[in-house]
């Protein structure tokens, strides 16, 4: 009986070592071999991190672990979209800055970093956050924030008045899981990255600029030399086709303002104003030839009723709003952006521009 035992060990055995193996080397969720907190880590000792893209890396693990990481709060804080990721702390002149931007966020992402800032008592002097048009349009909400579900719940709840205080304040694990070492599902998916030698690997720089993908310690972002480098001709063809198939980023199927979407967000600054947080609107501009399709279609002029709405909640709750849709504010021009969406780094600051001052 022993010795078939044994048998069965020793044909097993190698199946094992290949499984621990390729969840090790793929290690494609950041769990084994290197881990958010590592990241995190590294970050905080003032190094940049490349290779996160090419990862396919969860953003907010990142933001979860980086903010665990901090000692006290940053001074300035960014919440909002992919469209905030250029803000960084020269645009502010202090190091007590982070930029906690998170790609594709919805009203839930943003509930969700004040919750991790609320429960681990990290809430900035200034949270400057970006209101895309896009938030209240409740048909195009996605589930990424569901992995900082936790957060966002206790915010909600925060602000429904119903924290309970024996409820325990939540926190993300993003540290190693020794036992996805031979978890089959996790080596399921890791095996099929194999063929195109895909894995979850970082490098760490103090260059400000590489030739990839750079996420700064500081939570802001440098786009590779391709973007920064990309010919305006490239952009206006991708903005017109966009245009062509009647498509706005996330603005479709939009035929009212949601409420609930709104009324958190007038919840969430005013939770942050009470909270002694000085609390400033930033409306991130689509480029002139998007805006002036927007303006020409009925479908998109929304957008306009959602810079209004905005504009009066600011002047309704006293606090700053800076920039517009409308990119004639700042004099942006197509060169200056990325690609359909996204400003160049040496123009964002330029978008940055009190329209309401605060009371």
């Not at 002149?93 to 594709?104: C, I, K, M, V």
Request: aromatic content about 14%; charged content about 25%; overall charge negative.
């Amino acid at each position: 009986m022993i010795k078939k035992w044994l048998k069965a060990a020793l044909f097993l055995l190698p199946l094992f070592i290949f499984i621990g193996w390729v969840n090790w080397y793929v290690d494609s969720y950041a769990l084994l071999r290197v881990t958010y907190d590592d990241i995190a880590a590294q970050m905080a000792a003032g190094k940049h991190v490349e290779g996160l893209e090419d990862s396919d890396y969860n953003d907010r693990n990142l933001l979860a672990a980086r903010l665990k990481d901090m000692e006290e709060a940053p001074q300035i804080m960014v919440l909002g979209s992919s469209r905030v990721y250029t803000f960084d702390h020269t645009m502010f002149g202090t190091d007590s800055f982070y930029n906690a931007g998170l790609s594709e966020a919805t009203i839930y992402d943003l509930l969700a970093v004040a919750g991790i800032g609320a429960s681990q008592d990290k809430l900035p002097e200034t949270a400057v956050i970006g209101v895309d048009a896009f938030l209240f349009n409740k048909s195009h909400d996605n589930e990424k924030w569901k992995e900082l579900e936790s957060y966002a719940n206790y915010m909600a709840l925060t602000l429904d008045g119903k924290l309970s205080p024996e409820l325990a304040r939540p926190r993300k694990d993003t540290d190693r899981d020794w036992g996805k070492t031979f978890s089959l599902d996790y080596f399921r998916y890791n095996v099929t990255l194999l063929p195109d030698r895909k894995r979850f690997t970082v490098s760490y720089t103090e260059e400000w600029e590489t030739e990839g993908y750079l996420k700064h310690y500081d939570g802001s972002v440098s786009y590779q030399r391709e973007l920064r480098e990309v010919d305006p001709v490239d952009v206006e063809e991708m903005t017109r086709q966009a245009m062509e198939e009647h498509v706005v980023y996330r603005m479709t199927d939009y035929a009212e303002i949601d409420e609930g979407h709104f009324s958190r967000l007038s919840e969430l600054a005013d939770y942050l104003l009470e909270a002694g947080v000085e609390v400033i609107l930033y409306l991130p501009p689509y480029s002139p030839m998007m805006y002036n399709y927007i303006e020409s279609e009925e479908a998109f002029q929304i957008t306009l009723e959602v810079e209004e709405k905005v504009k009066n909640l600011a002047v309704e709750k006293g606090i700053a709003l800076y920039g517009s849709y409308d990119p004639a504010g700042c004099g942006l021009e197509m060169a200056d952006l990325y690609d359909v969406y996204h400003v160049k780094t040496e123009k964002t600051a330029d978008t940055y521009y009190p329209v309401i001052p605060a009371r």
